[in-house]
T-cell receptor
Framework: GAVVSQHPSRVICKSGTSVKIECRSLDFQATTMFWYRQFPKKSLMLMATSNEGSKATYEQGVEKDKFLINHASLTLSTLTVTSAHPEDSSFYIC???????????FGAGTRLSVL | QQQVKQSPQSLIVQKGGISIINCAYENTAFDYFPWYQQFPGKGPALLIAIRPDVSEKKEGRFTISFNKSAKQFSLHIMDSQPGDSATYFCAATWESYKLSFGAGTTVTVRA
């Protein structure tokens, strides 16, 4: 089956620092990758959609300067949380969609804790 | 505004029982309806999915029933096992490839 690797699984950082999260599709080419945020006991909230080689499309209310997304290749997308603050603490999950297939495969998620 | 409404929020079932989760949608453009299973601290995993031209799909102990006219679909977990204890999300998508998720149902299977 399609495998999406997300790294790191957990990160703790100080307020004001930046954190980078990587999302890789291991056995397929992902033309589109998605980034979600999930609060405890809540559903997934789509933050942005990224297509390889083009700028990400952010959902309403998501600060693009705060959450930088780069989709440099067909197998790698990164989310950088810039100048992180405690309110950015959350569970971030990426997903990847293979070319021509309307299925999203999810990574294992990254637990970000900002002190 | 949630485009897919999911109920119940949580349910408890005895081992061997049937778990039923219901979802409803309004957007008739949706053409693909997946269900995801999520364990605590993990990402969602695709469980089973259906298209609106099919009324039922079964994979092992998991069955999706789809009622296009009522714009409703449901997940049935037969012979529920403690390992099925997880949060289940229904979702819907269309050509934009964005997923609209339901609010989630936490299923607890008691041994």
């Amino acid at each position: 089956g399609a495998v999406v690797s997300q790294h790191p699984s957990r990160v703790i950082c100080k307020s004001g620092t930046s954190v980078k999260i990587e999302c890789r599709s291991l056995d397929f080419q992902a033309t589109t990758m998605f980034w979600y945020r999930q609060f405890p006991k809540k559903s997934l909230m789509l933050m942005a959609t990224s297509n390889e080689g083009s700028k990400a499309t952010y959902e309403q209310g998501v600060e693009k300067d705060k959450f930088l997304i780069n989709h440099a290749s067909l197998t790698l997308s990164t989310l950088t949380v810039t100048s992180a603050h405690p309110e950015d603490s959350s569970f971030y999950i990426c997903s990847a969609r293979p070319r021509g297939v309307n299925i999203q495969y999810f990574g294992a998620g990254t637990r970000l804790s900002v002190l | 505004q949630q485009q897919v409404k999911q109920s119940p929020q949580s349910l408890i079932v005895q081992k061997g029982g049937i778990s039923i989760i219901n979802c409803a949608y309004e957007n008739t453009a949706f053409d693909y309806f997946p269900w995801y299973q999520q364990f605590p601290g993990k990402g969602p995993a695709l469980l089973i999915a259906i298209r609106p031209d099919v009324s039922e799909k079964k994979e092992g102990r998991f069955t999706i029933s789809f009622n296009k006219s009522a714009k409703q679909f449901s997940l049935h977990i037969m012979d529920s096992q403690p390992g099925d204890s997880a949060t289940y999300f229904c979702a819907a998508t269309w050509e934009s490839y964005k997923l609209s998720f339901g609010a989630g149902t936490t299923v607890t299977v008691r041994a």
